[in-house]
């Protein structure tokens, strides 16, 4: 009768952090969700259309892969080139998560990028490394509110290619519903190169809707900041689909 009750209690749990934040910009979020998106940054060397598919699929309860395929169109080298820039596949482990009052939920989660490029960096596309990434991160959920706080630190090394990449990149996301079907997100990002030296800090706001349960719409706004950007500003869309 006591293993009924904990499993139970255990479901109870799951299900409340799962509808707190089933919102699919959550990385942290247990969804499945296909993202057809387009971003463009504009930087000192060049300009950059970014076409990708970002899809997330519960593979598990505890147990998320989420992929990324990309697509640029740029003229950083001078002439027009576009071909494919990289794959990410990115592995979560949920290992726990608990109730810590009336109010408040977390998970905690782990996992890792695995980065594959396209070998195009000639033409101005990619970093020409490909490379890993481990992450650790947690969600803290407001149950009433729908308020989402998302502490994530990542670690980027590279294991082939002609570029040597090592840069630890600290990141806070902000998702917060309102209206009807409406949220807004912040997501700071404070990276350091450890091979360069260098602090490329960017910040994104973004703001979608929800048409239901099965598909939404989104736009991005994003600002390189401080001289070790990468960028200085990008914009771009999203259409979601959700099953």
Do not use: C
Not at 147 to 171: C, E, K, M, W
Request: aromatic share 14%; proline share 5%.
């Amino acid at each position: 009768m006591m293993r009924k009750n904990f499993l139970a209690f255990g479901l109870m749990l799951v299900t409340g952090m799962a509808s707190a934040d089933e919102n699919a910009s959550n990385p942290l979020a247990s969804v499945n969700n296909v993202d057809f998106r387009w971003q463009y940054t504009s930087a000192d060397p060049g300009d950059k259309h970014d076409v990708f598919v970002d899809a997330s699929h519960m593979m598990l309860p505890v147990l998320k892969l989420k992929y990324e395929v990309h697509y640029n169109f740029t003229d950083v080298t001078g002439s027009d080139e576009n071909d494919l820039e990289k794959l990410v596949i990115r592995p979560i482990y949920f290992p726990y998560q608990s109730k810590l009052n009336e109010a408040w939920g977390l998970k905690a989660a782990l996992g890792f990028d695995w980065i594959v490029e396209f070998d195009n960096k000639d033409k101005g596309i990619g970093v020409g490394a490909d490379q890993i990434a481990p992450l650790v991160g947690v969600a803290f959920v407001h149950f009433s509110s729908g308020l989402v706080l998302i502490p994530l630190v990542q670690h980027f090394v590279s294991y082939s290619g002609d570029t040597d990449v090592n840069t630890t990149a600290a990141r806070l996301i902000v998702i917060q519903p309102f209206g009807e079907g409406y949220w807004a997100k912040l997501d700071a990002k404070v990276p350091y190169d450890w091979e360069n030296e260098r602090w490329p800090v960017s910040g994104e706001i973004q703001v979608g809707y929800n048409f239901g349960p099965s598909w939404a719409i989104f736009a991005d706004g994003l600002v390189g900041i401080g001289n070790d950007r990468l960028f200085d500003a990008a914009v771009g869309i999203g259409l979601r689909f959700k099953y």
